[in-house]
């Protein structure tokens, strides 16, 4: 069954200081990987897609298919990055588009 | 506003009752996704359509259905509601197609509490 795991609900990181945000998935098949995130106040929205190859707002993000990981990573963690942020998965084939249970970003002065 | 709007914004009812959510997709957009934001169980998927056509279905009870209709609104109702069933109800959009690896535009999410 497809599954999308976030083992953290709360990640507290100082300014400046790295930030990694963990992600695992099963899923039989090559499925896609996203991050959403929503900031307080405003709408779930992407921030990126594993397909993209991408930075966005200094994230990155490499998928893993031997770990089945997908972890969100920032060197530098800056205050406007506070947030949720949500891993998800989707596919061909069942047309499913999963979330995880989210995990809290939030970056300490 | 061409994004994704979801009526009503906030519903407070009764056990047993029955309540329509309405979601209106971004224009353009073939796809509609339902999701329910309970308290620290993230985003569960509920079902999916396609140009009118069910394509996905997750965790949705028998008690809960939905329906897309021609012009492409989506409508999720749920029946004999139970306390349980207080939660977030998110819509999303996207373009869609066969790939379904498109990006999730979602409308602000319509909140009901079953008392």
């Known amino acids: 069954a497809q599954r999308v795991t976030q083992p953290e609900k709360l990640l507290s990181v100082f300014k400046g200081a790295p930030v990694e945000l963990k992600c695992n998935y099963s899923?039989?098949?090559?499925?896609?990987l996203f991050w959403y995130v929503q900031y307080s106040r405003q709408r779930l929205q992407l921030l990126l897609r594993?397909?993209s190859r991408e930075s966005i707002k200094g994230f990155t993000a490499d998928l893993n298919k031997g770990e089945t990981s997908f972890h969100l990573k920032k060197p530098f963690a800056q205050e406007e990055d506070s947030a949720m942020y949500y891993c998800?998965?989707?596919?061909?084939?069942?047309?499913?588009?999963?979330f995880g249970t989210g995990t809290r970003l939030k970056v300490l002065a | 506003d061409s994004g994704v709007t979801q009526t009503p914004k906030h519903l407070i009812t009764a056990t047993g009752q029955r309540v329509t959510l309405r979601c209106s997709p971004r224009?353009?957009?073939?796809?509609v996704y339902w999701y329910q934001q309970s308290l620290d169980q993230g985003l569960q998927f509920l079902i999916q359509?396609?140009?009118?056509?069910?394509?996905a279905k997750g965790n949705i009870l028998e008690r809960f259905s939905a329906q897309q209709f021609p012009d492409l609104h989506s409508e999720l109702n749920l029946s004999s509601l139970e306390l349980g069933d207080s939660a977030l109800y998110f819509c999303?959009?996207?373009?869609?197609?066969?790939?379904?690896?498109?990006?999730?535009?979602f409308g602000e999410g319509s909140r009901l509490t079953v008392l």
């Open positions: 998800a998965l989707s596919g061909g084939g069942t047309y499913k588009y999963i």
């Open positions: 224009s353009g957009d073939l796809s």
């Open positions: 899923y039989s098949g090559s499925p896609e």
């Open positions: 999303a959009s996207s373009v869609g197609g066969p790939a379904n690896t498109g990006e999730l535009f």
């Open positions: 594993h397909i």
């Open positions: 359509y396609y140009n009118g056509e069910e394509r």
